[in-house]
């Protein structure tokens, strides 16, 4: 006997949530998850829902909280998709230590995945993009072993003092052959991929690297990078060949 459908409906949504947190480690689900046909992802967004307008009875809420041990199923201070992320990091990172690996952020390559979720990419959005992070994120990457970009930003000064130091060669600035360009922006993209670790370069940035014949060089290295992946197709092989061995992401 079933004594009330509302009680019914969410039974059997408690079941299919725990479901999913047994097999993706999370509740972070996307809103388009289903499991066994049962729309759970649109499920949880309607409880998060209800939990903001303070409609969801704290003992469910309780319930849902506990299905996942460390995470929050309905995050207070960033979106469900970063919980996501950080929470298959904080996992990837556990089974790391378990494997005397590198057990940090800090540790992670750029095409990391865990579950199907892109970590290493995702790390590095969060390094370029901390500016706009709020602090309890940045309390939580801190927590797993990311270093702050103010380091990387530190040596990026000391890099742009070492070049301003550099004495300029006597007379004009010589104009630039399409191969020396090139040629200059590899090497500031090289020299950004070896401080940082890796291509995703805010669009904004600038590089400032000596050049081969002495001329210190503002590279726009993020105007550059986002312009050479548009133009893969254009490429030829050997470019495309230097640029894969920096780790440039194409997609």
Do not use: C
């Not at 049962?38 to 309607?46: E, F, S, V």
């Not at 904080?90 to 057990?103: C, K, S, V, W």
């Amino acid at each position: 006997m079933v004594w009330s459908v509302h009680d019914q409906a969410w039974e059997d949504g408690l079941a299919i949530a725990r479901e999913y947190a047994r097999w993706h480690g999370t509740l972070a689900a996307p809103t388009d998850a289903v499991v066994d046909g049962y729309p759970i992802g649109t499920w949880l967004a309607n409880r998060r829902a209800q939990d903001r307008r303070g409609e969801l009875p704290a003992g469910r809420a309780a319930a849902l909280d506990a299905l996942v041990d460390g995470e929050p199923w309905h995050p207070p201070h960033w979106p469900v998709a970063w919980q996501r992320h950080l929470t298959h990091a904080a996992e990837y990172l556990t089974e790391q230590a378990e494997q005397g690996a590198g057990a940090r952020l800090d540790d992670v390559g750029l095409d990391v995945a865990h579950r199907g979720t892109g970590i290493g990419r995702w790390v590095a959005r969060q390094r370029s993009g901390w500016d706009g992070l709020n602090e309890p994120q940045r309390e939580q990457l801190r927590a797993l072993g990311l270093t702050p970009p103010a380091a990387a930003d530190t040596a990026a000064a000391e890099a742009e003092a070492e070049a301003a130091a550099v004495p300029v060669p006597d007379g004009p600035r010589p104009k630039r052959t399409r191969e020396q360009a090139w040629a200059i922006a590899v090497a500031a993209a090289a020299a950004y991929r070896n401080r940082v670790g890796h291509l995703e370069v805010p669009r904004a940035h600038v590089e400032t690297v000596v050049a081969f014949d002495g001329w210190p060089e503002d590279v726009r290295l993020g105007v550059w990078v986002t312009t050479t992946r548009s133009r893969r197709a254009k490429l030829p092989a050997e470019r495309i060949e230097v640029l894969d061995a920096l780790g440039m992401r194409w997609t």
